[in-house]
Each structure stands twice: as C-alpha cells, then as structure tokens.
C-alpha cells in the first residue's frame, strides 16, 4: 500500500519536473539560440597563407653528411591526461629524423623517445636515464613548464643540449642553466601579446580578466593586466581554482560590467565550462584564452558556446605551410599536423644540422646550438645566454565552425 | 565605481598571505549582486542536498562516512553523458520540442539513477559487507570508503581517459521572469523545483513507508531492530540504493546546469562540499541535509563575491561551517534520523 502511493509519488514527481524542462524549451525555440559562426561584436577572417623564411633549415642538409652512432632523444608525455601535445611534438621530431636519415645515407640519427607522462614526479627519474644514455648528445624536451622546472638541472649536470618546443614559464631561463634553450616566445611575450590582440584586433575597451591558481594562469595574467592598464576591469576581475566548474558567481560579476571582451588566464578545463556558462547567461563579447586553452578539447566541453572563442599562442600554425603540412600527413597516416607539431620538427632540425657539420659529442653539439643563427619554418633561431629566443610572434586563432582555425599573427 | 571609490568605502582590509595582494571587502558588489547569487546559491544547493541526503542516509544508518558516494553521484552523470550522447545529443541546442526532451531527460534521469543505484549497491557488498562481516573497527571503514572512492575514480579514468567528456547540452537556460532585477532561467526553476519534490518525496519515504520504518529503527538501535524483525542487512542495502537514486537525480541536474562536468574526478569537489552540507545540516538528518545544502551554496556565492574572488568560495564555505558546529555540534538540526522527531 505505502509502497504503491511512494511509487506513485515518484512518478509524479519525475513528471512535473520534466513538464517543466519541457516548458522551458519552448520558449527557447524564440531565441536566436547557439549559431555556428562567431557571435562576438568583431569577426576576423580566417587566414590560410603563412609567410614562411624562404631559406629556412631543412632537416636534410646537403645530403653528404658522415656520422655513426649518434641519437637524439624526445622526453615528454606519450600517455597521461596531456599526451596529445607530446604526440604533437615527437610526430614532427619523428618527421624530421626520417628526411635526414633518408638524404643521409653516410649519417643514420636514432630516435629514441622517452615517456615521461608530463608529471613533474616522474619526469626527473626519465631525464636520468636519458641523461646516462652516452649516445644521445642532443634531446627535445621537455613540452611542460613544470617538468622542465623538475629537470632543468640533470640535463645541466649531463651537458646534454636540449630544447624544449612549448615549456613557456618565463622562469626557466633564470636558472643559470647553460644546457636549456627554448624554442618558442615565454609567456612575458604571450601575456602583452593577448592585451594588444584584446584592445587592438579584437576592438575591446573593457576586458574582464579572469585567472586560475596555477603558476602559468597567474604569471600570465599579470603579464596581461600590466599591459592591458585602465582597459582592465578590477570590479570584474576574478580568481578561479583549477578543477572548479561552477562559475555562476564569477559569470555574474562579468555580466553586470558588461565588458567588451574576457581574458581567461588559465587551462582548458576550466576555460570551456566557463565560457559555455558565460554565454548561457547571455555574454555577446569575445572570449579569450592562451595557448593553455587552445585545444580541440576547448571546443568539445564548451559546445556551440565556443563560437565566440578566440586564442593567442606562440604556436605556429604548421598545418598552414604546405610543405610541412604534407609531408606530415603522409608520415603520419593523414592527420593533420597539431599544436606544436612544427616547434618540435624544428628543434630537431637545429640538433641534426649540428651533427651533419660534425658536432658529434655533446659538447660540440651544446656549442653548435649556442652559436646557432639561421631560419627555421616556425622562425628565426639565434638564442641569448640563457636559452631565450630574441624576437618571437605570438598569433591569433579563432574558432570557426567547431574548428581552431588561423586568423593572423597578434 | 572605482577601485579607488570601493576602498574609501570600504577601508576595512585584511594582509593576504601570498604578500602581494589585498582583500577588500566588495560590499557593492555583494549587494549588487546579492539577489544573482541567492538564486545561483540555491540552485546549486539544491544539487549539494541531493548528494548530502546519501552522505546522511548512510550515516544514520552505519554510522559510517561514506566517501565513495562522490564517486556514486559521478558513475550517475556518465549515465547521464552516455544516454545523452546516445539519443544525439551534443554541443549545441538541440532545440527539442518539449515532450521529446521531457522524454529524452526522463531516460537519461532514469539511467543516471539506475547507474548509481547499483553502483553504491556493489560499493555496500563488496567494500562494506565483509568489514562488517568481520567486525571491523570503524577507523577502517573510513579508510576502506576512501580506498573505494580512489577505485571508482580510476576505474573511470582506465575506461574514459583524464579529460572531461565533450559537452551534452540538454537545452540552452532562457530568462523566464525577472524577480528583484535578477533574471530567473528555467534550468533554474526546473533544478530546485524537482529536487524539492524529491526531498518531499524522500522525506514521506523515511518517515512514512515501511522501508522508511524500518530505516529509522536500525539508525536507532540495530541490535533491538533486529530482534524485532527487522531485517538489518535488506535496510542497509536499501539506504544505499536510496542514496544512489538521489545521487542519479543530482547527476542530471549538474549536468543539465554543467553540460562538460562528467569527467573521472568530476565529483570530488561536489562531494566534500555536500559531505560539509551533511555535518551543517547535522548528519544523519535527513532535513538537516536539505538545508545544509541550500546553505553551502548560498554562503559559498555571498562569500566570493563579498571577498572578491572566487578562490574563496570553498574557504567561506568551510570557515561557516567551522564556526556554526562551534555552537551547535551536532549541526544546525542536530543528529536525529533515528529520532522520533527526524
């Protein structure tokens, strides 16, 4: 009996609150809804030529090299949460190795690949072990800011070159490192870049800045607000923990400032809910993150809400220079190169380059890097003494139609 | 107003332990904002009381911290994701007519429930079951509900990888009426109106049914219960099955209001801060964790924005709670599911 009327109960309760769900719905049937395309105040096309140095350093060389013996190594993430970006990496490391050794035939470079899972835990164990490996003389890596932090110091004590193709903390060059060079601008080049994307490009007068709790998200947005000045808003300037997804508050501060644009200083995984909740309360501006955000993954977890998605990173768009393009593909069964792709194609080509004009040990080879000064498809690479590039582009992304396409350099 | 304007206002400032920043206390903001917060606070309370209710339920029975009920609540919003995906939805609206997505959210809220039903059934039977079997002390229950809800999370992990699973959008929120200048939307409406016809529900199951009875005889003294008839170990299992429903119908409201929220750790954070609803509330207090949940939403929204940021959210909420089981130990309604008076 009072099994029945719970039954019941339970039926009646599940129906009213559907109904309701239902009523709600109908009334979304009049609003304009989520579009494809961007729903921001200013809509910039999509770029698809990028100037490329016309005498940028190709993997191949002269075809007459002589060596034996000699391996370059990748360390970074293959499994783990972030593996994408180290498959990204070690496909173009991988790209570039295969055009040597095939123009090569006197000089056959070994690839050897080492997992570190991107956590800064593991990461010192796995650069050991590299590091004891006496034929490798050169290594791309380490791709994260933290794990390259974690291991800075053991590639020192073992002489062994290495140039990481996306770590951007700007701290990582003040070590006193000797063995570190960065191939890609730091995040003091990336944070003034977003604030004149923001008040230049992207039109905005008043940008709302929200950062997370990480070191990256809280150096960058600092970098971004000393650039941004008055154009900054404090009253709607907010601090979020990484791992939190519900935003209402923070969604109801921006939207009573009403601003032009937000800056979101952080990773994707907070970045995409946020933005999908700011634009379910009504958000029309532009929303912005940095190369932490731009990733595919943003544009799944924030769902059509990420039409009004735009991102600056230090990364080449390496799937918009042909060549590249196709010679990826084919070596990869057809995917399209990936955020990073062409950095880590390039690193390599500075590390065989060296081993093609004879610097064979680690010392000559740290040497040859140091004193590097050529074209690579990404950019130009001649480093300063602590291992940072001297002019980097930062450049604009947008998405478009569920895809991150390219929309000029910042 | 100005920065500058805010803080001749307000002077009244604190040192912040990072030495490089201020708090000020925003108090426009916070009246500005107060009526968007309450609203928010509630709706996402409502969520924390559906979870709290498992947490108390357990409690009252077993006397036991159930910490794998985080990880019941997020097995019911893969439910949810994986109905969803299934029926087509995705990252847009999908702009459904209201009877098709009454029925599609009916199916998912149905999956989600039955998910984590027999999930924290399977947790009673193979995590608790032997322990009490054996007569284990209660310190290592808890390390075993911890134990539990790290397997469950990685569990999830092995089959669906650490990033959250692309967005389900149920339907797009629309402003429905405007109450003290603040926008009322119908995901809203649609979340505390049917968690409080659950909690209504839930409330005449404890206090009225047989099962209910029955569960408040063993929370009481489970020896006497048992020597009356009741049979202790079927009401165990059913205040975990009930905990899981109420975790399954949470599962779809997060996701209905957080469309990329089901990821493996997903419901860590969801479930400390409805175990904290619990202990406000009082635990093992099935209204108590009603309202405890209504409150840790509401003094979590007042305190960020009163504060100035978000990252206080968490913090305000626990220093609240600190504070009140100062003066009320056992919580606001104090520890009662066994009680008369519940």
Redesign the interface.
Known sequence: M??AR?AR??T??????????????????T?S??G?GPTGPVNLPEQTALPVPGDAAKPAGDGKAKCSGVTIAYAGAES???AQLGINIYSGIQLAINKHNTANPGCQVAFKKYDTAGDPAQAPGVVTQVVGSKDIIGAVGLPFSGESKATGGIFQTGGLVHITPSATNPSLTTNGWTTFFRALGNDSVQGPAAAKFLTGKLKAKKVCVIQD?SDYGIGLAKETNATLGGSAD??CS????T????????V??VM?AKPDAVFYSGYY?EG??FD??LV??GFTGVFLGPDGTKDT?F????????SNAYFVCPCVPGELIPSFAQAFSAANSGAAPGTYSLEGYDAATVLLKGIDSGAVTRPALLNYVKNYNADGLSKHFQWNSTGELANTTVYGYKVQN?KIVFVGTV | MSQQEREAVHPLTLFLADGNSWINFDVTSFKELFWDNTFNGLTYGAIYSLIAMGYTLVYGVLRLINFAHSEVFISGAFAVYFTLSYLGFGGADPGLSPVALVGDLLLAAVAAMVVSGIVAVILERVAYRPLRKRNAPPLVFLITAIGASFAIQYIWYAFRGANAESAVIMFVPHPVFTVFGTNIDDQQITIVAAAILVMVVVDRFINHSRFGRGIRAVAQDPDTATLMGVNKERIIMITFLVGGLLAGVAALFYVMRVPSGVQYNGGFNLGIKAFAAAVLGGIGNIRGAMLGGVLIGLIGNYGQTLLGASQWSDIIAFVALVVILMFRPTGVLGESLGKARV
């Open positions: 009072s099994a719970f109960a339970v009646a309760v599940a129906v009213l609150s559907l109904a309701l769900t239902g009523c709600a719905a109908k009334n979304n049937a609003s809804g989520a494809s783990g949460g972030n709790d404090t009253a907010d601090k979020v923990t791992g939190q997804k519900d935003f209402s508050a923070t109801s501060k009573a995984a995409a809910p999908q909740q379910n309360k993954a544009v799944k977890q924030a769902g059509a809400a990420s569920g």
